[in-house]
């Protein structure tokens, strides 16, 4: 089965625990340390108290560390370096609290692969020069072999070789918005021009089996923190259902059966999706989908609760169907895209209120800032400077991060706002420029930080020549932002001789 093309404009490890109450800042209630400060600083098995509330701290290495007190708490993903004890929202406020840092042993940050484990110099340090840099002759790696990014110096390696592999015509990484990476980063997702999910071991580069149950749009999605486990659609979510794979022995069942509820709220109701580019909360217990009747016209969107297999709100779309949906990473938004009058708007879970991202549908993701927030990250190409700019769904307001229309050119790009460990940045990958010379932002992987403006390391050039869609990068960013997964014809011109490769780098290269 072949996947269909999706819409394209010129002119687009974390043990995940919802990320979305993650934050640091300034404490608004008072709090002073009263009777439970001693209790609170007593860690259970499993845990152990790094600093008492406003206290700094430093991890010797990336951790889950939690911030509350008794059987309340707020908990994060958080890099190797420094720390500062408060998290926002306050789980507990009025009382004293402590952070805590997990002893347990379970789904961490696979680090850098065997590969790139000895590759970086104890100096090393990401690129934020904005400097156009002609893309320097490299012959094709050979699989699973690290070799230097010539322009930026970072470690790249070939993770598939298609024709060795035995996949059909390409292995590719799928798309931005999707996680080509499991919960710690031992596990990643290929995908092939028949349809067919593979698996492949992230650290080795073998392939691991080819999926049963998945095909062609099955929207894919890892668990949070088990890193055996997958949720995914039906093709195109005809059915209207939800299933979860354990990839490793293959069992699969059904985690939402929607069909009975959707139909008799749309009566002729046949499939419930996000149209191939949405995502769950960044704990997968919120979910937004698109319903569609069998002429694939659009019906309306509904948002789920995992947990209480809850249908929260649904909302009439008129006929008027979104490019597509997706649930906000802290599951407090649904973020509904379309080209018509309703532009690109983020609605509450019951469609209660809705905050206006942006006139039309592009090229996007949503991430979280360092505070813990929703943010939107799109390219505006109406804007006099093409910018890329983001909107926080809280506040909805706007800042640009950087122009994309420089001295005359314009590109494409796509954004992966999924590295939910390391909030603060997202990754953008830009292709298919035109208009003149090669600029600093064309070709390449760029870590973008999501402040006014912000830092932007360049990671490396693709070497993707544009030939169609699925010549495209793609590129998607792991959980704690240490691996960058990306399609490439590897200059070959070939629309379809698409291998996947990978960079890495280490966990405390973004300051």
């Given at each position: 089965m072949k996947r269909g093309l999706k819409h394209d404009m010129v002119v687009w490890s974390a043990?995940?625990?919802s990320l979305a109450l993650v934050g640091c800042g300034a404490e608004t209630e008072g709090s002073a340390p009263g009777p439970e400060a001693a209790e609170s600083a007593l860690a259970p098995a499993g845990w152990e108290t790094v600093a008492n509330q406003y206290g700094s701290f430093t991890l010797d290495k990336p951790s889950t560390v939690r911030f509350g007190v008794g059987d309340t708490w707020t908990t994060r993903e958080m890099p190797a370096g420094s720390g500062y004890c408060f998290f926002n929202p306050d789980p507990a406020p009025g009382r004293f609290k402590t952070c805590e840092r997990s002893t347990s042993v379970g789904p961490v940050s696979a680090g850098l692969s065997p590969a790139c484990a000895t590759f970086y110099p104890p100096d090393f340090a990401l690129s934020s020069v904005r400097k156009a840099i002609p893309v320097p002759a490299l012959a094709k790696p050979a699989k699973g072999v690290a070799v230097s990014e010539p322009a930026y110096k970072t470690c790249l390696v070939r993770a598939t070789n298609h024709v060795a592999d035995g996949t059909a015509t390409f292995a590719r990484n799928d798309y931005s918005r999707r996680q080509a990476f499991n919960a710690n980063t031992t596990k990643q997702l290929i995908y092939d021009l028949d349809g067919f999910w593979h698996v492949y071991d992230a650290n080795t580069r073998a392939r691991v089996k080819r999926l049963s149950g998945p095909a062609a749009d099955a929207e894919p999605q890892w668990h949070p923190t088990n890193?055996?486990?997958l949720y995914y659609l039906p093709t195109n979510g005809v059915g209207m259902r939800l299933y979860e794979l354990n990839v490793a022995t293959g069992a699969t069942r059904v985690v939402g059966d929607f069909a009975a509820r959707l139909k008799?709220?749309?009566?002729t109701a046949m499939a419930a999706w996000t149209r191939s580019e949405g995502s769950p909360s960044a704990d997968r217990r919120y979910w937004c989908f698109m319903v569609d009747?069998?002429?694939?016209?659009?019906?309306?969107?509904?948002?789920?609760d995992r947990d209480t297999d809850t249908i929260l709100g649904t909302y009439n779309t008129n006929g008027e169907r979104p490019d597509h949906v997706s649930m906000s990473p802290s599951g407090n938004s649904c973020v509904v895209s379309t080209d018509y009058a309703l532009g690109t708007v983020a609605f509450s879970r019951d469609f209660s209120k809705k905050v206006q991202l942006h006139a039309k549908s592009e090229h996007s993701d949503i991430a979280l800032d360092a505070n813990g927030d929703d943010i939107y990250v799109a390219v505006d190409y109406q804007s006099n400077a093409g910018d890329v700019?983001?909107?926080?769904?809280?506040?909805?307001?706007?800042?640009v991060l950087f122009p994309t229309y420089v001295a005359g050119t314009a590109t494409a790009l796509h954004v992966s706002g999924k590295a939910f460990g390391r909030p603060?940045?997202?990754?953008?990958?830009?292709y298919a420029d035109y208009g003149g010379a090669q600029q600093w932002l064309h070709r390449t992987l760029m870590a973008v930080q999501?402040?006014?403006n912000p830092t932007v390391y360049t990671l490396a050039h693709h070497r993707t020549a544009s030939n169609g869609y699925?010549?495209?990068p793609h590129a998607s960013v792991n959980l704690d932002f240490t691996r960058v997964a990306f399609g490439s014809n590897w200059g070959s011109g070939s629309a379809t001789d698409v291998d996947t490769y990978v960079v890495e780098i280490p966990a405390g290269a973004l300051k």
């Amino acid at each position: 089965m072949k996947r269909g093309l999706k819409h394209d404009m010129v002119v687009w490890s974390a043990a995940v625990v919802s990320l979305a109450l993650v934050g640091c800042g300034a404490e608004t209630e008072g709090s002073a340390p009263g009777p439970e400060a001693a209790e609170s600083a007593l860690a259970p098995a499993g845990w152990e108290t790094v600093a008492n509330q406003y206290g700094s701290f430093t991890l010797d290495k990336p951790s889950t560390v939690r911030f509350g007190v008794g059987d309340t708490w707020t908990t994060r993903e958080m890099p190797a370096g420094s720390g500062y004890c408060f998290f926002n929202p306050d789980p507990a406020p009025g009382r004293f609290k402590t952070c805590e840092r997990s002893t347990s042993v379970g789904p961490v940050s696979a680090g850098l692969s065997p590969a790139c484990a000895t590759f970086y110099p104890p100096d090393f340090a990401l690129s934020s020069v904005r400097k156009a840099i002609p893309v320097p002759a490299l012959a094709k790696p050979a699989k699973g072999v690290a070799v230097s990014e010539p322009a930026y110096k970072t470690c790249l390696v070939r993770a598939t070789n298609h024709v060795a592999d035995g996949t059909a015509t390409f292995a590719r990484n799928d798309y931005s918005r999707r996680q080509a990476f499991n919960a710690n980063t031992t596990k990643q997702l290929i995908y092939d021009l028949d349809g067919f999910w593979h698996v492949y071991d992230a650290n080795t580069r073998a392939r691991v089996k080819r999926l049963s149950g998945p095909a062609a749009d099955a929207e894919p999605q890892w668990h949070p923190t088990n890193p055996d486990l997958l949720y995914y659609l039906p093709t195109n979510g005809v059915g209207m259902r939800l299933y979860e794979l354990n990839v490793a022995t293959g069992a699969t069942r059904v985690v939402g059966d929607f069909a009975a509820r959707l139909k008799a709220r749309w009566p002729t109701a046949m499939a419930a999706w996000t149209r191939s580019e949405g995502s769950p909360s960044a704990d997968r217990r919120y979910w937004c989908f698109m319903v569609d009747d069998p002429n694939w016209g659009s019906l309306g969107v509904f948002t789920w609760d995992r947990d209480t297999d809850t249908i929260l709100g649904t909302y009439n779309t008129n006929g008027e169907r979104p490019d597509h949906v997706s649930m906000s990473p802290s599951g407090n938004s649904c973020v509904v895209s379309t080209d018509y009058a309703l532009g690109t708007v983020a609605f509450s879970r019951d469609f209660s209120k809705k905050v206006q991202l942006h006139a039309k549908s592009e090229h996007s993701d949503i991430a979280l800032d360092a505070n813990g927030d929703d943010i939107y990250v799109a390219v505006d190409y109406q804007s006099n400077a093409g910018d890329v700019f983001m909107v926080n769904l809280r506040t909805g307001v706007r800042t640009v991060l950087f122009p994309t229309y420089v001295a005359g050119t314009a590109t494409a790009l796509h954004v992966s706002g999924k590295a939910f460990g390391r909030p603060g940045w997202v990754l953008i990958s830009t292709y298919a420029d035109y208009g003149g010379a090669q600029q600093w932002l064309h070709r390449t992987l760029m870590a973008v930080q999501l402040k006014a403006n912000p830092t932007v390391y360049t990671l490396a050039h693709h070497r993707t020549a544009s030939n169609g869609y699925w010549t495209e990068p793609h590129a998607s960013v792991n959980l704690d932002f240490t691996r960058v997964a990306f399609g490439s014809n590897w200059g070959s011109g070939s629309a379809t001789d698409v291998d996947t490769y990978v960079v890495e780098i280490p966990a405390g290269a973004l300051k």
